[in-house]
C-alpha cells in the first residue's frame, strides 16, 4: 500500500504540512475560513531539534499497537488503512500512552484524530504531500519491513 | 474441521477469535458468553454513566462481528467444569461442548471482603458489567448519597461517572491515598485535589468497621449516611476452570508466551491471566484491555496452528478524570528524573540503561515513545536521553533508528 514517508534531509521545517493538513480535514472550501485566526489542529506534526526536522504522521503500521489497545473499539484496519471513528473515541488517550510515533493527537475537544490519508476528505491524496514545498513527504509503496 | 471454543466474550475473546480466523477460516468456533450481550466495550461503562457514550455505541467489535468471523455465540451460559482427557467444556445446562483447542478468557470478578452488616445494605453494587451500570443507573438520581469503597480504577471511574448525575460521593480507601496501585502520595494528592474541586469528598486510610443499615461506620468513628453503596475493592481472575483440573495456576492462570496454560490445547488470555512483567520480570495480573487483546489474539492463532507470541507485557493505563490524565507504564524502580509545576507532573525511572518506567500527570504527549522504549528495552546510550528527557520525541533516536522507523512499512 502507499503511505506516507518523509526525508529529513529535505525537510525545511516550515510546517506548511500542518496547515495543509488541518485545511483538507475541515471540510471548508477556503483555506483562510479554515485555519486564519485560529489555532490548528493538524494529524501530522513537525518534529526535530536545533538541526533537523521532519515531519510525522500515522505509519499506517501492519500490525497497529492502537488498534488492540483502544478501550473503545474506535480505532480500527480498513483494509491497511488504520482508521479511527472518532464518534466513539472517549478521549482516554490509551492511543497516546501506545503509539510509538506519537501519530495520534487530540482535537480541540479532546477527540482523538490520526491521519487517515485524506482518501476520503476533498482533498482525495495526501494534503501534506501534494503541498510540500521540498518534496520532503512523499507518497508511495515502499518494500514492507 | 478443527473445534475451537472460547469460554469467555470480552476484549480478549474477540481478539482470539480474529487470531483464529487469521490461520483458519473453516474450523467451528463457540463462544460462551455468560453476559448477555456482544462483546462490548468494557472499560466503557462509566463513560456510559456519563453520558459520553450509549449501549448501541459500546460494541467491541462491528455489527456483524460473529457472523462475519463464522462463530456461534452460546448466550447466558457459562463453563462450569473442563474434562482435559476427553477435551471437552460442560456447562451450566447440562451440555458438553468438545474441543480441539480451548481459551480460557473468562475475566475476573469483583472482590467483595467481608463486612459486617453488609447483606442489610438495602441498595449494593458492583461496578464491572453492562448490566451493573443500567442498574446503578436505576437507583442514583440527584438526591442519592453514594459511598464508594475502593478509591482504585474502578471505583474512581465510577465515581466520575456518576458525578454528572448525584451531588453526594463519598470514597473511601484502606490506603491512604488514591488510585494506590499506580502513584504515590504526591501524585496521587494532585489527582485528589482534582477530584475534590469536582465535588468528591475522601475517607482515605480507614475503611469500614461495619454497617448499620445505611449507616457505615468507619474504622475512625466517622458515620457516613448512604442511600447507594458501590462496592469497588477490587478484582480478583477467574481461574477455577484451570485449577480444578491441575492448570498452573498464581494469582491468575499461568501461561507461556504462545498463551498456552499448563495444559496442552488449553489456552488462556485477559484479565483471568498472569503476565510476566517486562519491565520488572516479576509476574502479575495486568488486568488492563491491551493486554487481554494483544493475549487474545495470540492465543488464537497458536490455537489454529500458527506461530505467534507475546512476551512484551506491561502494566500501562491511562486514565483520565475531568480532563486531567494520569498516564503510567512500567516499574518505578531505579534513578528518578523529575519534572513538576501547579499542573503537571513527569517522572521517568531508569535503571541499567534502560527506561523502567514513568508517571505522567497532565503532559501525555506523545508520551508513546516513552512506552515504547520500555516495551522495547531501547538501551538509553543508544538515544540523545537529555532531549527525550524533555520531551518525548523521535529526534532522540539516532539517524539509522528513525530511518527505519519512517522510511519503510513497520
Not at chain 2, 469460554?7 to 474450523?27: H, L, M, P, T, V
Not at chain 2, 448525575?165 to 502520595?185: G, N, P, Y
Request: net charge negative; glycine share 10%; hydrophobic share 35%.
Amino acid at each position: 500500500m502507499k503511505r506516507v514517508y518523509v526525508d529529513e534531509q529535505w525537510c525545511l521545517g516550515c510546517h506548511l504540512c500542518e496547515y495543509n493538513c488541518a485545511f483538507a480535514n475541515s471540510g471548508l472550501p477556503d483555506m483562510v475560513l479554515a485555519l486564519k485566526g485560529k489555532p490548528i489542529y493538524p494529524r501530522i506534526h513537525i518534529e526535530g531539534h536545533d538541526k533537523i526536522t521532519y515531519a510525522v504522521s500515522c505509519r499506517h503500521c501492519e500490525d497497529p499497537i492502537c488498534v488492540k489497545s483502544c478501550i473503545a473499539g474506535a480505532i480500527s484496519k480498513d483494509g491497511e488503512v488504520v482508521k479511527i471513528d472518532r464518534s466513539r473515541c472517549v478521549s482516554c488517550y490509551t492511543c497516546i500512552l501506545v503509539c510509538p510515533y506519537g501519530a495520534l493527537t487530540p482535537d480541540e475537544n479532546g477527540v482523538m484524530q490520526k491521519c487517515e490519508l485524506c482518501l476520503e476528505n476533498a482533498c482525495g491524496e495526501p494534503a501534506c504531500v501534494k503541498g510540500c514545498p521540498n518534496r520532503a513527504i512523499i507518497y508511495e509503496e515502499r518494500g514492507e519491513a | 474441521m478443527k473445534k475451537y471454543v472460547i469460554a469467555g466474550n470480552g476484549a480478549a475473546a474477540a481478539n482470539c477469535i480474529e487470531g483464529i480466523r487469521s490461520i483458519d477460516s473453516d474450523g467451528s468456533i463457540t463462544v460462551i458468553s455468560e453476559e448477555k450481550h456482544e462483546a462490548y466495550c468494557r472499560p466503557l461503562i462509566s463513560y456510559y454513566l456519563e453520558n459520553k457514550t450509549v449501549p448501541e455505541n459500546m460494541g467491541y467489535r462491528k455489527d456483524g462481528f460473529y457472523q462475519r468471523m463464522k462463530a456461534a455465540v452460546l448466550y447466558g451460559q457459562k463453563a462450569v467444569h473442563i474434562h482435559k482427557d476427553k477435551k471437552t467444556v460442560g456447562l451450566d445446562n447440562g451440555e458438553i461442548l468438545p474441543y480441539d483447542a480451548l481459551c480460557l478468557a473468562v475475566g475476573s470478578s469483583p472482590f467483595i471482603p467481608k463486612m459486617e452488616g453488609l447483606d442489610n445494605v438495602s441498595r449494593k453494587h458492583t461496578f464491572m458489567t453492562l448490566d451493573d451500570a443500567l442498574s446503578l443507573e436505576q437507583d442514583v438520581d440527584e438526591n442519592t448519597k453514594v459511598l464508594i469503597i475502593g478509591a482504585g480504577l474502578i471505583g474512581l471511574k465510577c465515581a466520575e461517572g456518576i458525578s454528572g448525575r448525584t451531588k453526594s460521593i463519598t470514597v473511601c480507601d484502606l490506603a491512604d491515598r488514591i488510585l494506590s496501585s499506580i502513584l504515590d502520595a504526591e501524585c496521587a494528592s494532585m489527582m485528589q485535589r482534582h477530584l475534590e474541586k469536582h465535588g468528591m469528598r475522601f475517607l482515605l486510610g480507614d475503611s469500614v468497621s461495619r454497617f448499620d443499615k445505611d449507616t457505615a461506620i468507619m474504622k475512625s468513628g466517622t458515620i457516613v449516611d448512604f442511600d447507594v453503596l458501590v462496592l469497588a475493592v477490587g478484582v480478583r481472575p477467574n481461574t477455577a476452570l484451570l485449577k480444578e483440573i491441575g492448570g498452573e495456576v498464581n494469582r491468575g492462570m499461568l501461561v507461556n508466551s504462545s498463551m498456552e496454560t499448563s495444559i496442552e490445547g488449553i489456552y488462556a488470555a485477559g484479565d483471568c491471566t498472569e503476565s510476566e512483567d517486562l519491565s520488572s520480570g516479576t509476574g502479575k495480573v495486568l488486568a488492563i484491555l491491551p493486554n487481554a487483546a494483544f493475549q487474545g489474539f495470540v492465543a488464537g492463532v497458536n490455537m489454529a496452528g500458527g506461530n505467534a507470541v507475546f512476551d512484551k507485557a506491561i502494566p500501562m493505563n491511562s486514565i483520565g478524570f475531568f480532563g486531567l490524565h494520569a498516564m503510567t507504564a512500567g516499574t518505578y524502580a531505579g534513578k528518578m528524573y523529575e519534572e513538576k509545576n501547579d499542573r503537571s507532573i513527569k517522572r521517568l525511572y531508569t535503571e541499567d540503561d534502560r527506561l523502567k518506567g514513568f508517571v505522567l500527570i497532565g503532559c501525555d504527549e506523545r508520551a508513546g515513545i516513552y512506552t515504547s522504549m520500555i516495551r522495547e528495552q531501547t538501551p538509553l546510550s543508544s538515544v540523545d536521553f537529555e532531549l527525550m528527557k524533555k520531551n518525548a520525541t523521535t529526534a532522540a533516536f539516532s539517524r539509522k533508528t528513525r530511518t527505519e522507523k519512517f522510511g519503510r512499512t513497520v
